[in-house]
C-alpha cells in the first residue's frame, strides 16, 4: 500500500541516517555544506500522500483489474472443461484415432494368425504331396506374408495417429491448465490490490479532517547516554504548549528502536518489531509503569494552557540478547481543539544512546595496572546522565526545544526529526494525519 510504502521508507531513513550520520559526524565537523548539484533533491510530487480523488481512481483501477481476472479466470476454466468433452475437436480426433488404432490391431492379429497357418499347412503336406499342392502352400504362405506386412504397416501407422492425437490434446490440457493456473494467481493478486484499494480510502474517508505539522507541541527528551541490554533504563520527556492558546487535547506517540548493526538491511518489507525497544511511561498523575502498545498507543496529556508543560518518566527495557550497537527514541505529539482545530509535530523529540550487551555475571580476573608516566588527558561530559523525577503539569513556560544525548553529531542530529517521526508514526499506527476525534469529550 502506497501510504504504508512511505512509512516504511521513513522507517529506514529514521532507523538507519543516525548511524550513517552520527558515525561520519567527527570526520565531515568541520567541512562546508556539499555543493546544491550534490545536495538531495527537495520533496516531490510523487513522495506526497495521496489525494481522496486518487485513492478513488485506484479503487475503480483495481475495481476494474479484478472484474477482468475475474472473467480470464472464468473463460480458462471454460477452456478446460471444454477439453473434457467428448465433442471436443482434440478429444474427438483421440478417440477416431483410438478406433482405427484397435481396428489395426485387430486387422494384424487376424494376418499373423492367417500367416501362421499357412505355414502350418505347409509343413502339414504329405509326403508324396503334387507339385501343385506344393506350390498352392508357398503361395498361400506368400499371401499370407503380404497380407501379415500391410496389417503391420497398418496397426503402426494407426499407433503412431494416436500417439499424435492424444499428445495434441496432452499439450492443449497442459496449456490449458497453465492458463488456469495464470488467471488464479492474476485473480488472488487483483484480490488483494482491491483490498488494500479499499482499505486506503476507508481509512482516509475515516479521518474527519487532516492536521498540519506545526509547532504548537514541543517535546524534550533526555536520558542516559549508555543503556545496557536486559537492564531497565529511564528517561525523561517533557511535553510543552509552545502556542498563544490553551491546547484543549493533547497526545504523545513515543518509540524506541535498536539501530540495525553491520549487515542487517532493511526496506520497505522489513519487520521492525526485532529492532523495537518496550517502553513504558509515568507521570505525576498516572503513576504506576503504563506500556505503550497497540491498545494504549498515545500517552494522553490532555488539555495544557499555554506556555504549560507536562513531564513524563519513560522506561526502555532492552532485550537481553540484543548485541551492542546504538538505540533512539523518538517521540511527536498532536493537539485537537474544540474548534476542530489540530496539529501534528514531526520535528521535535529525540534522543539517541549507545546499547552495551548484557551483563556477565562470571568473575574476571583482574589485569595487573602497568605503570604509566603519562598525565591523563581531561575529560569533558556533556550527556545528560542525571535523571530527576518531575511528573505533573506546570504552567511555568519552556521556551528550549529538544534534549538530545551527546553524541559528537549534536549539529547533525536535529536533521533526523522529520525521519524519526516517520518512524513514531509507524509504530503508533498513524499515517502522517492524525485521526481527529472530538476534543470536547476529553476536556
Known amino acids: 500500500m502506497k501510504i504504508r510504502r512511505i512509512l516504511a521508507t521513513a522507517v529506514a531513513a529514521a532507523v538507519t541516517t543516525p548511524v550513517v550520520f552520527l558515525s561520519a559526524a567527527p570526520a565531515f565537523a568541520d567541512t562546508k555544506p556539499s555543493s546544491a548539484s550534490t545536495q538531495k533533491p527537495a520533496r516531490g510530487e510523487d513522495d506526497k500522500p495521496p489525494t481522496l480523488d486518487e485513492l478513488k481512481a485506484a479503487v475503480a483501477l483495481a475495481q476494474k483489474e479484478y472484474d477482468d481476472a475475474v472473467v480470464a479466470l472464468a473463460g480458462a476454466g471454460a477452456a478446460v472443461d471444454a477439453l473434457e468433452k467428448a465433442d471436443h475437436p482434440l478429444r474427438a480426433a483421440v478417440t477416431a484415432a483410438q478406433k482405427k488404432a484397435e481396428e489395426a490391431a485387430t486387422a494384424k492379429t487376424a494376418a499373423d494368425t492367417a500367416l501362421t497357418e499357412a505355414e502350418q499347412a505347409k509343413k502339414d ?82 479521518m474527519e479532517g487532516v492536521c498540519e505539522p506545526d509547532e504548537a507541541v514541543k517535546i524534550a527528551l533526555s536520558g542516559p547516554e549508555k543503556v545496557t541490554a536486559g537492564e531497565p533504563a529511564v528517561f525523561s520527556m517533557r511535553v510543552t504548549n509552545a502556542s498563544d492558546r490553551t491546547l484543549d487535547l493533547v497526545d504523545v506517540y513515543v518509540n524506541a528502536l535498536r539501530e540495525p548493526g553491520p549487515g542487517e538491511d532493511i526496506d520497505e518489507d522489513t519487520d521492525f518489531e526485532k529492532w523495537t525497544i518496550p517502553v513504558e511511561w509515568s507521570s505525576a498523575d498516572v503513576l504506576e509503569w503504563t506500556p505503550v502498545s497497540e491498545e494504549f498507543e498515545s500517552i494522553e496529556v490532555g488539555k495544557l494552557a499555554k506556555g504549560a508543560h507536562y513531564d513524563v518518566k519513560l522506561r526502555l527495557t532492552v532485550d537481553a540478547g540484543a548485541p551492542a550497537g546504538a538505540g533512539s527514541v523518538f517521540a511527536f505529539g498532536q493537539y485537537e481543539n474544540n474548534d476542530s482545530t489540530c496539529g501534528i509535530s514531526l520535528d521535535d523529540g529525540y534522543t539517541d544512546f549507545d546499547i552495551l550487551a548484557a551483563k556477565d555475571d562470571k568473575p574476571k580476573p583482574t589485569p595487573t595496572p602497568s605503570p604509566s608516566t603519562s598525565t591523563p588527558a581531561p575529560v569533558t561530559t556533556t550527556g545528560t546522565t542525571g535523571i530527576t523525577q518531575q511528573g505533573g503539569s506546570s504552567t511555568t513556560p519552556v521556551t528550549t526545544g529538544g534534549t538530545l544525548a551527546a553524541t559528537g553529531a549534536n549539529d547533525v542530529l536535529p536533521q533526523l526529526g522529520l525521519a524519526a517521526a516517520g518512524a513514531v508514526a509507524l509504530g503508533a499506527g498513524v499515517v502522517f494525519a492524525a485521526r481527529r476525534r472530538k476534543a470536547g469529550t476529553q476536556a
Open 125 to 206: 503336406l504329405p509326403v508324396d504331396a503334387t507339385p501343385e499342392q506344393k506350390q498352392a502352400a508357398d503361395d498361400a504362405v506368400e499371401a499370407a506374408k503380404g497380407k501379415a506386412g500391410e496389417a503391420a504397416t497398418a496397426k503402426t501407422a494407426a499407433d503412431t495417429a494416436l500417439s499424435a492425437a492424444s499428445k495434441d490434446l496432452a499439450d492443449a490440457s497442459a496449456a490449458a491448465s497453465q492458463v488456469f493456473h495464470r488467471a488464479e494467481v492474476a485473480k488472488e493478486e487483483a484480490s488483494r490490490k482491491l483490498d488494500d484499494a479499499k482499505e486506503e480510502l476507508a481509512s482516509y474517508e475515516d
